[in-house]
Nanobody, 122 residues
Protein backbone atom coordinates (compact mmCIF):
# COMPACT_ATOMS: atom_id res chain seq x y z
CA UNK A 1 0.00 0.00 0.00
CA UNK A 2 1.25 3.45 -0.95
CA UNK A 3 0.05 6.71 0.54
CA UNK A 4 0.59 10.23 -0.74
CA UNK A 5 -0.11 13.00 1.74
CA UNK A 6 -0.27 16.63 0.64
CA UNK A 7 -0.03 19.71 2.80
CA UNK A 8 0.41 23.45 2.43
CA UNK A 9 -2.85 24.54 0.87
CA UNK A 10 -4.95 27.38 2.16
CA UNK A 11 -6.34 30.82 1.52
CA UNK A 12 -4.05 33.45 0.01
CA UNK A 13 -4.56 36.88 -1.48
CA UNK A 14 -3.93 37.57 -5.16
CA UNK A 15 -0.23 38.03 -5.75
CA UNK A 16 0.65 35.87 -2.79
CA UNK A 17 2.58 32.63 -2.56
CA UNK A 18 2.08 29.13 -1.24
CA UNK A 19 4.30 26.05 -1.04
CA UNK A 20 2.68 22.66 -1.34
CA UNK A 21 4.35 19.51 -0.09
CA UNK A 22 3.67 15.86 -0.80
CA UNK A 23 5.25 12.86 0.85
CA UNK A 24 4.95 9.31 -0.40
CA UNK A 25 5.20 6.38 1.97
CA UNK A 26 4.48 2.67 2.06
CA UNK A 27 5.80 -0.49 0.48
CA UNK A 28 7.63 1.13 -2.40
CA UNK A 29 10.32 -0.61 -4.43
CA UNK A 30 10.94 2.41 -6.58
CA UNK A 31 9.30 5.79 -7.07
CA UNK A 32 9.50 7.36 -10.50
CA UNK A 33 7.96 10.51 -11.88
CA UNK A 34 5.99 12.73 -9.53
CA UNK A 35 3.75 15.62 -10.31
CA UNK A 36 1.06 18.06 -9.33
CA UNK A 37 -2.37 18.31 -10.89
CA UNK A 38 -5.26 20.57 -10.08
CA UNK A 39 -9.01 20.55 -10.53
CA UNK A 40 -11.13 23.66 -10.35
CA UNK A 41 -14.91 23.47 -9.82
CA UNK A 42 -16.64 22.39 -12.99
CA UNK A 43 -13.39 21.72 -14.81
CA UNK A 44 -11.32 18.68 -15.63
CA UNK A 45 -8.21 17.79 -13.72
CA UNK A 46 -5.16 19.30 -15.41
CA UNK A 47 -1.42 18.88 -15.12
CA UNK A 48 0.36 21.68 -13.28
CA UNK A 49 3.93 20.36 -13.31
CA UNK A 50 5.83 17.11 -13.36
CA UNK A 51 9.31 16.04 -12.37
CA UNK A 52 11.25 12.90 -13.16
CA UNK A 53 13.23 10.87 -10.66
CA UNK A 54 16.31 12.52 -12.15
CA UNK A 55 14.99 16.00 -11.49
CA UNK A 56 13.88 17.02 -14.98
CA UNK A 57 10.78 19.17 -14.73
CA UNK A 58 8.02 20.22 -17.08
CA UNK A 59 5.20 22.71 -16.68
CA UNK A 60 1.90 23.58 -18.23
CA UNK A 61 2.55 26.78 -20.17
CA UNK A 62 0.27 29.02 -18.11
CA UNK A 63 2.12 28.15 -14.91
CA UNK A 64 5.69 28.24 -16.13
CA UNK A 65 7.58 31.09 -14.53
CA UNK A 66 5.21 31.33 -11.57
CA UNK A 67 5.35 27.76 -10.26
CA UNK A 68 8.41 25.68 -9.41
CA UNK A 69 8.37 21.95 -8.81
CA UNK A 70 11.15 20.20 -6.93
CA UNK A 71 11.91 16.93 -5.20
CA UNK A 72 13.40 16.29 -1.84
CA UNK A 73 16.73 14.57 -1.33
CA UNK A 74 14.96 11.37 -0.31
CA UNK A 75 13.18 11.41 -3.70
CA UNK A 76 9.87 10.44 -2.10
CA UNK A 77 8.79 14.03 -1.57
CA UNK A 78 7.74 16.64 -4.07
CA UNK A 79 7.12 20.33 -3.61
CA UNK A 80 5.31 23.00 -5.56
CA UNK A 81 6.27 26.60 -4.95
CA UNK A 82 3.52 28.85 -6.28
CA UNK A 83 4.13 32.57 -6.68
CA UNK A 84 2.06 35.47 -7.96
CA UNK A 85 -1.15 33.53 -7.47
CA UNK A 86 -4.35 34.65 -9.14
CA UNK A 87 -8.00 33.73 -8.50
CA UNK A 88 -7.76 31.47 -11.56
CA UNK A 89 -5.34 29.28 -9.60
CA UNK A 90 -8.09 28.39 -7.14
CA UNK A 91 -8.49 24.62 -7.22
CA UNK A 92 -7.89 21.39 -5.38
CA UNK A 93 -4.27 20.40 -5.96
CA UNK A 94 -3.39 16.72 -6.17
CA UNK A 95 -0.05 15.01 -5.88
CA UNK A 96 0.69 12.11 -8.22
CA UNK A 97 3.44 9.52 -8.22
CA UNK A 98 4.31 6.57 -10.40
CA UNK A 99 5.40 3.81 -8.08
CA UNK A 100 6.70 0.28 -8.34
CA UNK A 101 5.64 -1.52 -5.19
CA UNK A 102 7.39 -4.36 -3.43
CA UNK A 103 4.30 -6.54 -3.98
CA UNK A 104 4.37 -5.93 -7.75
CA UNK A 105 8.01 -5.28 -8.69
CA UNK A 106 7.41 -5.54 -12.47
CA UNK A 107 4.55 -3.09 -12.70
CA UNK A 108 4.40 0.69 -12.31
CA UNK A 109 1.16 2.23 -11.08
CA UNK A 110 -0.23 5.70 -10.51
CA UNK A 111 -1.00 6.83 -7.00
CA UNK A 112 -2.83 9.98 -5.93
CA UNK A 113 -3.05 12.05 -2.80
CA UNK A 114 -6.33 13.18 -1.29
CA UNK A 115 -5.88 16.75 -2.52
CA UNK A 116 -5.31 20.07 -0.83
CA UNK A 117 -7.47 23.13 -1.40
CA UNK A 118 -5.87 26.33 -2.66
CA UNK A 119 -8.09 29.40 -2.66
CA UNK A 120 -6.89 32.72 -4.04
CA UNK A 121 -9.17 35.53 -3.01
CA UNK A 122 -9.08 39.01 -1.58
Amino acid sequence: QVQLVESGGGLVQPGGSLRLSCAASGSMFRIGDMGWYRQAPGKQRELVAGITSGGISNYTASMKGRFTISRGNARNTVYLQMNNLTPEDTAVYYCNARVVTIARPFSESDYWGQGTQVTVSS
